[in-house]
């Protein structure tokens, strides 16, 4: 089965920028929507940005125009990269399919903060 590896994670100061990956241990061309989700402390987990293999990408409202998801099908990978970060960015960030079949990863903690 397919594992899930998070990484790029740290601190940041407001305005900053993070570039979030996600390797797979398997394939994931077959998978048709691959996300990024994310869960702050004491919330549920929300999902914040998809990709398709059709090329579609869709984003939760607080974060469009500031996250731009990618994957590499190639690399089995999947990336989000984050500009403009606000504190209520702060939370473990992680990647699954969507739906997400997959067994989650350990995510990778993500603080905005100055």
């Known amino acids: 089965q397919v594992q899930l590896v998070e990484s790029g994670g740290g601190l940041v100061q407001p305005g900053g920028s993070l570039r979030l990956s996600c390797a797979a241990s398997g394939s994931i061309f077959n998978i048709n929507a691959m996300a990024w989700y994310r869960q702050a402390p004491g919330k549920q987990r929300e999902l914040v940005a998809t990709f398709t293999s059709g090329g579609t990408t869709v984003y939760v409202d607080s974060v469009k125009g500031r996250f731009t998801i990618s994957r590499d099908n190639a690399k089995n990978t999947v990336y989000l990269q984050m500009n403009g970060l606000k504190p209520e960015d702060t939370a473990v960030y992680y990647c699954?399919?969507?739906?997400?079949?997959?067994?989650w990863g350990q995510g990778t903690q993500v603080t905005v903060s100055s």
């Open positions: 699954n399919a969507l739906p997400h079949i997959l067994p």
